[in-house]
Structure formats: C-alpha cells, structure tokens
C-alpha cells in the first residue's frame, strides 16, 4: 500500500556494447530511460526517425506475410484465447530467429509478391467475367461488334432498354421518324431488361436512321470485339483457365511457406522491439568510443541489474537517490487482495511521489460496494469460479487482464456472501424450482434479510448510507493524515475535524429527532440531539472562520460562508450510496421475473426444458447487464465520494523500456 522507491540509474558502456545492453534491458523492462542533454563537441545525440522508418515498415511486411498465411492456414481460435497471453521465447530461441532475419524476410517478401500477383489475376478474372456476361446475349451474331457498315452501307450494333418485339421496335420507330428511310433489322437476343439488335441501312441514311434510333433508346454496347462475340467468349474463357491455373500453381507455391508462418509473427515483434530501441537510443549521449545512459529503476531491482550490467558488459553503474524535490515516474507496491484494484486507480489517476496511495483502502470497499450491488450468490458463483478457473489455466495471461480477472474474481467472492446475507440464489430460484417441479416448500434463508421483503428494503437503505458515512469519513480521515505527515497538524482540524464534526453532529441531531423513526426504526436520546448541535456549531465555526485563510478579511468571510454551504454537498454525497440499494434491488427483482416467466410453463419434462432455457437466458442477460452496472457505480463512488475528499493524483505511471510486442514474450530474469 506504498509507493516503490525508486532510485536514478546512470550507465556508462563502450559503444561496441550499447547494442547488447539496449536488448538486456528492453528485455528485463526494469528501466525507465530518462533523455539525456549535453552540450558540446564531444558529445553527440543520434538522430534514428529513418532508422524507426524502416523498423516500422518491415515489421508490416512481415504483419502482412502473417496474415496471408493465416488467410491460407486459419488458425484455431476461440473466445478464450484473450487469456492465453503471448507466447512465451526463451533467449535462445530469439537468437536463432533473429540470425535468419533476411532468409525469413526474403520469404515474407515472396509471399507478398504470390499473393499480390493472384489478386491481380482475380481481378483479371473477374474483368473477363464480367466482360462475357456483357457478350452472351450477342453470341448468336457471327460478326464483329465493331462493325460500322461498308463503304456503301451503315450499320448499328446495339441495345434498346427494354424488351421488345420486331413489330414494337418497327412501330416506335415510325412514330419517331414517320418518313424513316429504308432499313434492314434484326433482332439478335431478348432479355428481361433489353433488346439486342442488328440494324443496317444505306450510307447516306445513316443519321436519319441513328437519329431515329437514340429516340426509342438506342445505345452502343459496353463491350466490343473486333471478333465475333462466340470467338471473343470462347478466347475469354481460355484466359481464365489460364489464370485460375496460375492461381492454383500461386497458392501451391505459397503452401511451401507454411511452416514459416510463426516466423513471420517473429519478425514482425522482432523489428516492432527494434523500432522502440531506436526511438530509446535517441535518449542517450555518446562520444565517439561511449555512451551514457540515465534513467529510473525500482530500489527492489537495483543492485542486481547493477551487478548484471558490469559483470556482463564491463559497464560503469552508478545508483543514486532521487531529491526529494523531484518528481518520479510511479510504481505501486499492494498486497495480493488489493493489486488487483490498482488498475482502477491508474483509471483515475496515479498518485503523486509522496502521497497517500489509497489503492489498499479502496480495495476493502470497492469489494464490498460491487457485491452489494450484485447482490446474489448464485452470480457470485459464478463469477469466482470462471474467473478463478481463468487464472488457473492461463498462466501466460497479460498482466493487466491478470489484474483485472482476479478483481473480478474477488468481486465475485463478495457477492456470493452478500448474496448469502441477502438469501439470494439466482432470485428465488429454489423456491420456484421446488414449488413447480417438486410441490415442496424450498428455501434459501438470508443470513441476514432479505431486503426485498417488506419494509426490509428502508433497512438496506439506512446500513447503505452508514456505509457511505464510513466510506466518506475515511476518505477525510486520510486527507488527515497526508496533513499531519507533511506537518500540518492545523490544516488536518481545520479541514477534516471541523467536517468530522460539522457533519457528525448533524447526522446524530438527526437521529435523536422523531421525523427519522419511521425510516431508521430507532431514535436517539435526546441527549444526543444537544451534543450533536454543539458538535454541529462548532465544526460550522471553524469552517467558517478557517475555510478561507490566507485571503484577505473579506475574501476569507466569503470563503468561509462558501464552506459551510459545501455542508449540503456531503448530503449530496451521502445520498449517492443509496445506488448499493437500487443496484442491489434491481438484480433481485429481475432475477426473480425471469424465475415466474421460466415457471409459467408448469411441471413436467416440456416444462422443464422451458423453464431451463428460459432460466439460462434470462439470468445471462441479468449477470451481463448488471454486473457491468455495478463495475461502473463502484468506480463512481470511489472516483467521486471517496477521491474527492482527499485524493490529488496527477502521478505518472513507471514507464519502463522493455518489450512490446503482439505475439511472444521474450523475458529473462536478473
């Protein structure tokens, strides 16, 4: 529940090394590289954007070769495989690979030019099929389509737009040019959509007869040859033949390169990793026979890399302590209950060097607000045991989604219990099951009660807003506490003891006062009416006397009555818990519809099935849909009502140089 010391690593090599020591690093990921500025003739940055440049363009090469293998030779997959994580290279594994990066890349290159060259040849393809589509309805025509007549005679070869008959075409056309000169017409093919025909008059009559033509919707064909349209299908033809053998003949060469599939997936990590190298060296000096390095590595991981870099590569390492003054890159250290959560806080924000990292008490309620919300035993069930089967059996799993799987996990576990307090299994699916299929009286006892009984849901909905007053107080209490640490004891009464007892006291006014029986079931003495008004009063005063200090009179009176107006946002806050009731309500009464629609079928075999698919689908969604309203309203009640009070962030995350790959993890331990 802390933040990881960190220390300033400062590495001095021969440049011959600087390769092999990049590489360490990039694969132990313990160092975050600091950028190094240094004047003078000696030393020297190196520009590497063209070198990034080509990284980055052979990594799509071999991204590309990848995915033309995976079109060719689809792996397996299934919606578990996001839990499998990369897979795992060891060092030598990597060397060997590397040491073939031109075979492979050649290889990757082959696969692009096969590939490429039979989407060509199936676009040609499909340019030929389309251009014998256009031909058929003309292959009874034994000349060429480009026939425009002779030196005496004009001819016309082509479509009018809709069905028609030699006698129909013969009559629009008298009617467009009554006194239309003599002509010869024959009708090659009918379609649904057009009429293909042949028309040929004398020479000199070739625009009246065009003219006469494009009236009733005359129009050249799309396409021509200059050999009959049969010769031109059956040449089209051939060439597809061709082609589609060329493809086969492609696609054979390309299985040749099957078992260098996995390969490709290398070289397009291997050159992503040396892209990010690259973009590192940028952040180094060096001189013409050494460079220095500067950066942040965890205290934990100090002194091994430390001894690692000098045995190994004869380097000069130095280890310093960072000025308290200055700002470092941050790395939380939780136990295994709150690890899981700190993904949420780095949601918010990251804390600052020495502040309060509230990812261990955030941990406690958030666990407990999610199962509140869901609510039901059945579900939480269900949740820990997949999540925690995920875990089990995926040990390659990302370390983010390891974080994540294992706070749901956790969440799973409180909502089962709440779900036992509450009596709530899948709804009152014990008592349906037992009175539709068994005539019994079934039931599942709340351990505590059931909140959707009677005047239980008031009940909840008090112990909701105790559990926000605690959830809040807390949170002030730990703005207490970074007060006194940094030495000022004075601003922890003047902004949390005076909030502690301004709405303390309020809250134990209101419990002595009659008007909150009926929703409290108690009231208070009256004694504790008084006390709560002094209390009340006096946290009032401070506030308003202290809320603005350091301005002047008038803006300091304005501050203060400000400050005690913010009384009515901790109401606000306090009002926001009453969402664990409504969330809580909602997974139970819709648990319990889909219960009484699954038992609306009755007993028996038929019903039966009815009831399970209907219990099976129904419950799903409720899961789905409610567990991700509880995901966003815990977040929201720590985001706001809890941060809120105490929490400043602004830190930023330990970004270590290390690899970042899609397909393998390629890590050695110091």
Known sequence: MAVIKMQ?????????????????????????????????EVFAKEETSQQQALFTKSSATSSKAYEIMCRYFPEKSSMLDMFKGRDQLSADEYY?????????????????????????KKADIAKYEYQIESLVPWKSLDISMRFKGTDSTAAFIGTLPEPLTYEQI???LSEQQPDLCPFELELINTTKDMTCIFALCRAEFREMLEDALKKIGYASPAVVSKYTPAERIKTLNERIDKLKNEIAEAEEEIK????????????????????????????????????????YVP????????????????????????????????????????????SVLETYSMPKRFEFDPTGIMAIFYYIFFGMMFSDAGYGLVMAIACGIAILKFKNMEEGLKKSVKMFFFCGVSTTFWGLMYGS??????????????????????????????????TLLMFCFLFGIIHIFVGLGISGYMSIKNGKPLDAVYDVLSWYLLVGGGILALLSMDMLKSMTGFTLPPIFLTIGGICAAVGALIILLFSGRGSSPVKRFLKGIYGVYGVTSYLSDILSYSRLLALGLATGVIAQVFNQIGSMFGGGIVGAILFTIVFLIGHTLNIGINALGAYVHTNRLQFVEFFGKFYEGGGEKFAPFKIKTKHY??????
């Open 256 to 295: 040749k390169y099957e078992s260098k599939r996995d390969l490709f997936k290398f070289m397009e990590d291997y050159f992503l990793m040396r892209a990010d190298k690259y973009s590192e060296l940028e952040k180094l000096v060096n001189t013409k026979h050494t460079f220095f390095m500067r950066g």
């Open 96 to 120: 060997k690979n590397v040491e073939r990066t031109k075979e492979i890349m050649r290889d990757a290159a082959n696969v692009i030019a096969l590939d490429k060259s039979m989407s060509e």
């Open 170 to 172: 013969l009559l629009e």
């Open 665 to 670: 993890n390629i890590k050695e331990d110091i």
């Open 425 to 458: 299994f899948f709804g009152d699916a014990v008592t349906v099951i037992g009175k539709t299929f068994f005539n019994a009286d079934w039931q599942f006892p709340a351990l505590w009660f059931d909140p959707i009984q009677g005047t239980n849901s008031m």
């Open 299 to 342: 205290e934990k991981n100090a002194v091994a890399l430390k001894r690692y870099l000098s045995e190994k590569f004869d380097a000069v390492v130095e280890l310093a302590d960072i000025p308290e003054n200055q700002e470092i890159p941050i790395m939380l250290d939780n136990n295994p209950l709150a690890r899981p959560v700190e």
């Open 8 to 40: 300033q690593i400062n590495i001095c090599a021969l440049r011959t090394k600087r390769k092999a020591i990049m590489e360490a690093l990039q694969r132990r990921g313990a160092v975050e590289i600091s950028p190094l500025e240094y004047e003078g």
